[in-house]
């Protein structure tokens, strides 16, 4: 174990204490390796900075990789996204016990300054297996949910629209599905559009764009 996943570790038995978290299953070195094994260079840190991202790294990654299948990707996302979501993190409009807390007494400042750090992180790959598309059937879906006309042509996204090319699958799983049970309220553009997606539209929409 690292320093960074035993800090995280301590600083988490702190606040979990009776709470289940779901986390999902760590993920195996196998499944999940970066493309490239060069380290990734380092957008400048501020003192404050320093002392906040090792909690972050604990779970999103020292290389971008999570840590856990159910912790997005964050490095490479835009920022205006990461800020957005951060912000509804600490305001309770997007709950989740861990990220709620890990926000709950940053300022607004630190929250700009993570979103840009994590922005100007390369995006890592990650290996997810490409899926075939059987009778088309995904990309129906997609047409049917209009999902390129906000996330791009390609699912990279822009501004305040996350990119989803290459996101792992196991956490657009759990967040579409939040969608749709309207656990994740904080955008009414996507609260209402999975509505009438099944588990197995949402899981085959998940494999093939965390294989893009
Ligand atoms: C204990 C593990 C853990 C720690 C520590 C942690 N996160 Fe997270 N983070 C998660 C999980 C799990 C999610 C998914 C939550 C959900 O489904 O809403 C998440 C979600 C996010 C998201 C939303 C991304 C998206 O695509 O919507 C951002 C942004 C984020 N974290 C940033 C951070 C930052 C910045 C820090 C450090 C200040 C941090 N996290 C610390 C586990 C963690
Ligand atoms: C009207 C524009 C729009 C359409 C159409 C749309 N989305 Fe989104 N989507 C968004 C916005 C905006 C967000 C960010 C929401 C937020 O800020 O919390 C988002 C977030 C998401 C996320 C969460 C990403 C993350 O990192 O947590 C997923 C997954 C997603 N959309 C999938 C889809 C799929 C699949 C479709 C098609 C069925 C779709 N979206 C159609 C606007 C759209």
Known sequence: MDRHTQRARRWFSG??????????????????????????????LSERLAELVPTCLACHGENGVPN????????????????????????????HEVMNEVVKDLSRQDL????????AR??????????????????RLLAEGQ???????????DGTMPRLAGQLTAYLVST??????KERTNNAAMGSLLDTFSDEEIEAI????GAL
């Open 15 to 44: 606040i979990a204490v009776g709470a289940t978290l779901t986390l999902g299953d760590p993920v195996s070195a196998q499944e999940m390796r970066p493309r490239a094994a060069e380290p990734i260079p380092e957008p400048q």
């Open 68 to 95: 856990y299948a159910e912790s997005p990707i964050v490095d490479g996302q835009h920022e205006g996204y990461l800020f957005i979501q951060l912000r509804d993190y600490k305001n309770g409009a997007r709950k």
């Open 112 to 119: 700009r300054e993570l979103a840009a750090y994590f922005a």
């Open 122 to 139: 390369p995006w890592p790959r990650v290996d997810q297996p490409p899926v075939a598309d059987e009778n088309g059937v995904v990309e």
């Open 147 to 157: 999902c390129r006309e906000c996330h791009g042509a390609d699912f990279m996204g």
């Open 176 to 181: 579409m599905r939040a969608f749709r049970l």
């Open 206 to 209: 998940a494999r093939y764009l």
